[in-house]
């Protein structure tokens, strides 16, 4: 009558911190940064089948919570995230997650998993999937402004994706470059560290700016950007805090993920309400042109949107059985009798009834 | 320099299904009731100060999946819960659900909990909680039309939290009954299997109804239900799904827990945008008067709501010391350099650095 021990459906599939990282190290990092594009790339050119909500956000005096939901119609995703700007001179992080998938058809978890580390591998994917269609051709260095979590992400994934060989890092704090060119000291990429913006700009096709400053910031102004040039703009990601002089902007043509979150986070909170954007997914489709000339400024307003979320850990799923790197945990109660929970619980104190205990 | 094994900041406690049995089961049912019932209480009494969402829920054909998220400024709260009707004759649940509580001040989570017993637990001490403020002094005998998985869950509320001593039992399932009638058989009650609604409702001064119909259904007409009864009406909670006559609506002063939420998914959907009820937290607070004589109707058209979960993981968070019922996952990143999340994954790697694997 009773099982035995938790029955195979009140298993979910969790993905720790620990198990996160042995995926990376066993699939190698810039493998997985390759094959994580395939995938948001697949999701972008189906963009028109997801349910597309604004994220849902809790505010408060020292930060946000947000819940990040998505479905093609098939499966379900959320993401739960945090910002918390004054996390990291506690020792904390500023941006934490997790995740869940879930089947539409039945509405049960299929994947838990950690999202800390899977963000910063899906926001550095993206980012250089977008390149791909945007930066100039043959672009060999990228400028990297902020050398924090997700500086030797986003190297590695455009020298896997887009085929940099050099990156030129600068950051207000000195150690977070030296950190930077630690890491990536054994990594096949030339990293350079710089004393200025200027500097770390000088020669690059491609601009990433990705700092931490909460207020309204200008990293670069106008006279700083030549034309031609690919800007990936990571950092302006919330109400109150961009990156870009808006002079820079208005010489730009923006790409953005979905406006109506976009308008409200990123650099083009600075713009009108109408002012002309490309989604990114209409290039990848090819409804829409994305590089136009050689001179052109191209700039990617980038906030991450849930799809990505989505796709990553479409990805991690399909990766739990290549590397095992996982364990289940007992999360759906599955009492024989679906109308008798009760009875399983009763069940369950009685020792003669056989139901161990599995976790 | 690196951890040796996750450090505490990186783990949550997890609530499993097994562990959340263990749980009831080492409190004892009746008393968790009413102990969750004081969590409860103490909510609804400061219901102006939480954050109150309508839940976001993604439709499908099959069912709905939805996130409930509300905070009190201090803790945030937020529920993943199914609804898929035609789960029951696949084998799955109808509802399954989980949770999560998180401090406001950094946005770490600090409880992850199954939530399919939780909410079956929560949502009968709600129903028990506000007739003891509702239902006629000394009722004693409750009528249960409806006997699936909630069943038991309310007998027993209304016994521990009202003094309820017997309850009739009937649904159109007579297999339904039987395991209601056989579960309750030891647990101090009277548990009477009835051949037909009118049966168990005679003698009652409460009335539950609780039947899993989708559509639109009425499972009490007018004519069944005389003067001076409490209804606390569970079934009809979401679009399309009702159970009583719009007769009886009429009758009755009608309390609910959220009204955006409730004249979307309640009883309360047959009635007018405008048509008044009462906020059942105003009734605890002394606002609004609860009965107001013996020969009124009450009637509590329940839906559930996000601040009835997060009363119940508060409770459960509060147990965790208590029983030691609960696992440490390795949720949360936590590198020895906030800003260093990518150096943290390489020395993961290097069996040198002395990180080990703890999950």
């Known amino acids: 009558m009773t099982n035995p021990i938790p029955s195979k459906l009140a ?48 505010h408060s005096a020292e930060g946000v919570i947000e819940l990040m939901p998505t479905s093609d119609g098939e499966v379900y995703g959320f993401k739960y995230v945090n910002g918390h700007p004054k996390n990291q001179q506690e020792g904390f992080q500023t941006v934490t997650a997790f995740g869940v998938l879930a089947k539409v058809s039945n509405g049960y978890p299929v994947l838990f998993s950690e999202m800390t580390i899977l963000t910063a591998l899906r926001t550095a994917t993206t980012s250089a999937l977008v390149a791909r269609y945007l930066a100039p051709k043959n672009s060999k260095t990228m400028a990297m402004i902020g050398n924090g979590a997700q500086c030797e992400f986003q190297a590695l994934a455009f020298k896997a994706i887009c085929g940099i060989d050099t990156v030129n890092l600068y950051d207000i704090d000195q150690k977070a470059t030296a950190k930077a060119v630690k ?21 690059a096709q491609i601009i990433t700016t990705c700092t931490a400053d909460k207020q309204y910031a200008t990293i670069l102004t106008d ?22 002089h808006r002079d820079i902007l208005l010489r730009s043509e923006i790409f953005v993920e979905y406006p109506p979150q976009t308008r409200i986070e990123g650099e083009i909170q600075q713009l009108d309400d109408d002012y002309q954007v490309t989604e990114i997914w209409q290039v990848m489709t090819g409804i ?41 945990l007992d999360l759906i109660a599955d009492p024989d009798d679906t109308r008798d929970l009760f009875g399983m619980i009763q069940r369950a104190q009685d020792p003669s009834s056989g139901v161990s205990s599995a976790s």
Not at 303 to 312: K, M, Q
Not at 314 to 325: A, E, P
């Open 11 to 58: 298993m979910v599939p969790f993905v720790s911190v620990d198990n996160m990282m042995k995926i990376v190290n066993s699939i190698g990092i810039e493998k997985l940064l390759g094959e994580l594009a395939i995938y948001i790339e697949d999701d972008f050119k189906r963009w028109e089948i997801f349910d597309k909500t604004p994220r849902v956000a809790a």
């Open 183 to 203: 890491n990536l000291s054994d990594q096949g990429i030339k990293a350079i560290a710089c004393s200025s913006s200027e500097e770390a700009m000088s020669g």
């Open 223 to 244: 006279n700083m950007v030549g034309s031609g040039v690919h800007i990936n703009a990571i950092g302006g990601d919330c109400p109150g805090k961009t990156e870009l």
């Open 288 to 328: 829409a042109e994305g590089r136009q000339s050689e001179s052109q400024i191209t700039l990617f307003d980038s906030v991450g949107f849930a799809i990505e979320d989505f796709s990553a850990l479409r990805y991690i799923l399909d990766q739990l059985s290549r590397t095992g790197n996982y364990i289940d």
